[in-house]
């Protein structure tokens, strides 16, 4: 079971974290500025797999976002890194050759894409074309909803002459 994952940039900035397990917010702060402190300072030549405490971390850089999970010690370190690639692969086919930027100013959809592809720090879903088909509906709830309607429109109504 995945802890945590965090996406943090070449220069240690932050771009999202979702966690899995309950921390304290300011043992949260720690853990992410004491990981992001370790991998930004090993060589790109060095295995992507750390023990640290007591669980296992698996990272893998894209570009210039490096994409870093934590899972239990007995965890496979392979299929964590499935999973990572599977979650790039989701947010390359959304935005199209996803960049730092993309995750920046659409953090809600690679949040909500993160939600649809996993669940409790499991794998819920496999399939790349069912989450973005439920990224897709969400798209269309919310243009839908960003246009302003009258009450009586809300309710059915036509206004008309």
């Given at each position: 079971?995945?802890?945590?994952?965090?996406?943090?940039?070449?220069?240690?900035?932050?771009?999202?974290?979702?966690?899995?397990?309950?921390?304290?917010?300011?043992?949260?702060?720690?853990i992410v500025r004491e990981l992001v402190t370790m991998v930004l300072s090993r060589?790109?030549?060095?295995?992507?797999f750390l023990e640290w405490k007591e669980v296992k971390v698996v990272y893998k850089r894209y570009a210039s976002l490096y994409f870093c999970c934590a899972v239990e010690p007995d965890d496979n370190e392979l299929l964590t890194l499935e999973i990572i690639h599977r979650y790039v692969e989701l947010l390359d086919k959304y935005f199209g050759s996803v960049c730092e930027l993309d995750i920046i100013f659409n953090f809600e959809k690679a949040y909500f894409m993160l939600d649809e592809f996993m669940l409790g720090g499991e794998v819920q879903e496999t399939s790349k074309k069912n989450v973005l088909k439920a990224i897709a509906a969400q798209d269309l709830l919310q243009e839908?909803?960003?246009?302003?309607?009258?009450?009586?429109?809300?309710?059915g109504f036509t206004v008309g002459s």
């Open positions: 079971m995945m802890q945590f994952m965090l996406l943090f940039s070449r220069q240690g900035k932050l771009r999202l974290q979702k966690w899995y397990m309950a921390y304290p917010d300011k043992t949260k702060k720690k060589k790109p030549k060095m295995c992507s839908d909803t960003d246009e302003p309607k009258s009450i009586l429109e809300e309710m």
